[in-house]
């Protein structure tokens, strides 16, 4: 399969068979490829790059502090890095035929973009699984879902994503032809068996697994909040604060909800596109559905500080407090009293 270095938005190096952008002329291009990489592209990276700076300042300014939490300051970070590198691949890096900017592209683009979109995905499974338990198992989550359990869950999701990435690093080597500069793949990249397994590896681990659990703990999580509204209908809670915490569960979970939706709605051509890829399919239905699969990671990246707006009254009443010049000190968060702790014994749905 031949694409081109334009398109390596995914995660998954199949994007990048060779580096064919700059040796083509305009008239050649697809008119899709140009919006995509000239307007929609960058402005979505511009968009995601503001709202997960907003995201980071309100996470971590507005006393969000439980574990769910934690792993949406990461996440932001991991979204906010990966946009950052896609705007300079498309604006600057993309368009270059210069030696220092191929080198960008071979040796930092490529491997760390494909890092932290893994990563990326790695931390939405890992947040999803911890609200799965926190739902189905409540005592079990009260010390599953600890801070500091959070934090070393986190650590080894960074880790493991970094020793899976080091590979990137050796797939592209730079070349200089008729006085240009450009990308050309590595013997380990183009003929090495041991690559081919460790794509499959990726695939697995990136794009099939991740995909099949999101789609498993969303419908699971779906059907408890919708039973959860049934079961408080018929439970009278005096407790103001115990309903003040519970509103905050299952609004957190229904965020958590549209963000595994989303998610999955642009995992999911990225792994059509890799099993594409080794089947007889023309380059060209290849392309765009590489094409249509990068504007959906791009959306995947870029959207979360609109649905946290949309479904998280906590997080906006958070961004009022830090915004409207109110001082977030004087506000204490809602935190899990006592007698919630029991409720959420007797209730397991109810706590959403």
Aim: with cysteine.
């Amino acid at each position: 399969m031949n694409s081109t270095l334009d398109y390596l938005i995914s995660y998954n190096d199949s994007l990048n068979e060779s580096q064919t952008f700059e040796n083509q002329s305009a008239k050649s291009r697809d008119i899709a490829d140009l919006v995509l990489n000239n307007y929609i592209g960058p402005i979505l990276c511009v968009f995601g790059i503001c709202g997960n700076i907003l995201n980071l300042i309100i996470l971590f300014k507005g006393h969000l502090n439980e574990s769910p939490y934690l792993y949406l300051k990461i996440l932001a970070m991991t979204d906010m890095c990966a946009l950052l590198l896609s705007f300079i691949h498309m604006s600057i890096s993309g368009k270059s035929t210069s030696h220092d900017w191929q080198v960008f592209n071979a040796y930092i683009f490529f491997p760390l973009v494909n890092f932290f979109m893994a990563a990326s995905v790695l931390l939405t499974v890992g947040v999803t699984i911890d609200r799965f338990i926190f739902v189905k198992a409540p005592l079990w989550a009260r010390s599953y879902c600890s801070i500091h359990r959070a934090k070393t869950r986190i650590v080894l999701i960074l880790l493991f994503t970094i020793l899976v990435s080091v590979p990137r690093f050796f797939c592209y080597f730079v070349v200089k032809e008729d006085n240009m500069y450009t990308m050309k793949k590595t013997t380990f990249r183009s003929q090495s068996v041991y690559y081919q397994i460790y794509d499959f590896t990726c695939i697995a681990l990136f794009h099939v697994s991740p995909l099949l659990i999101l789609m498993f703990c969303n419908a699971y999580l779906i059907c408890a909040v919708h039973n959860a509204k049934s079961v408080r209908q018929e439970l009278e809670i005096r407790n103001n604060k115990e309903k003040d915490w519970q509103k905050d569960q299952r609004r957190f979970t229904i965020t958590l909800i549209s963000i595994v939706l989303l998610s999955i709605i642009a995992i999911l051509p990225s792994t059509v596109g890799d099993f594409a890829q080794y089947f007889q399919i023309s380059n060209e239905n290849y392309r765009k559905l590489r094409l249509s699969g990068n504007i959906l990671l791009l959306c995947n990246l870029s959207m979360n500080f609109l649905l946290y707006c949309a479904f998280n009254k906590r997080f906006v009443r958070v961004m009022k407090l830090l915004f409207c010049g109110n001082n977030p000190k004087s506000w204490s968060p809602i935190r899990m009293s006592r007698s919630v702790k029991f409720s959420t014994v007797d209730t397991g749905a109810s706590e959403l």
